[in-house]
């Protein structure tokens, strides 16, 4: 299986800030990564796929990057409604594997 | 826009199976995939596998053993029989469809439409 990692596993901050998460694969996995979005009690919501396309209706202020091994999810301006916890996925093969997530938190 | 909708028993006892239905709506059930998913706090989020139409199935080499999944046209329904559970089984169990892009014509194993999710605990 490919094992995804994300770091850090929390991380507070405030409205308008930037915030940067990260995942790793265990192996290339090219640019088969998508994040999600989490709210509680909530199913997760597809943000980004192949790494760096935003979903269709995701605002802007996300973006992603990333190939091979190493990601990243930015939320530029960080707005009250994407305090949330995020998740990546490799789609590169099965079975399907999701990284552990990422809380934002507010400060 | 493709709705889902599981439903099933939010109660199992240790042993028996473990029994969800999807069902779906604004979208040809035959001719999508459809996949289940589940969470929980121990495990995270693990993709359990996907059905596509009377052709293909895939599953999770850690649940094979013990998972069908299979489509009802009739009814417009995904179902998920996963037998012999334990308590390692308690989580919130999804159903999602898998992307296709319209942009480049081509689906990607990611997850575009999720339901709500049915929480199920296996106590006795």
Redesign the interface.
């Known amino acids: 299986d490919i094992q995804m990692t994300q770091s850090p596993s929390s991380v507070s901050a405030s409205v308008g800030d930037r915030v940067t998460i990260t995942c790793r694969a265990s192996q290339g996995i090219a640019t ?1 990564l ?1 994040w ?1 979005q989490q709210k509680p009690g ?5 943000l980004i ?2 790494a760096s ?1 935003l ?1 269709s209706g995701v605002p802007s202020r996300f973006t992603g990057s990333g190939s091979g091994t190493d990601f990243s999810l930015t939320i530029n301006s960080l707005q009250p409604e994407d305090f949330a916890t995020y ?1 990546c ?1 490799q ?2 093969g ?5 990284g ?2 990422t809380r934002v938190e507010i400060k | 826009q493709v709705q889902l909708q599981e439903s099933g028993p939010g109660l199992v006892k240790p042993s028996e199976t473990l029994s969800l239905s999807c069902i779906v709506s604004g979208a040809s059930i035959s001719n999508s995939y459809w ?1 289940w998913i589940r969470q929980s706090p121990e495990k ?4 359990i596998g996907y059905i596509y139409y009377g052709r293909t199935a ?1 599953y ?3 649940l094979k053993s013990r998972v069908t999944i299979s489509v009802d046209t009739s009814k417009d329904q995904v179902s998920l029989n996963l037998k012999y559970v334990t308590a390692a089984d308690t989580a919130v169990y ?1 159903c ?1 469809t898998r ?1 296709w ?1 319209r942009h480049s014509s081509s689906w ?5 439409s ?4 049915a929480q199920v605990t296996v106590s006795s």
């Open positions: 088969w998508a999600y909530k199913a997760p919501k597809l796929y192949g396309t979903q998740y996925q789609g590169q099965f079975p399907l594997t999701f552990g997530g | 996949s995270g989020l693990e993709w895939n999770n080499p850690s999804y999602a992307l892009d990607f194993w990611f997850l575009d999720w339901g709500q999710g």
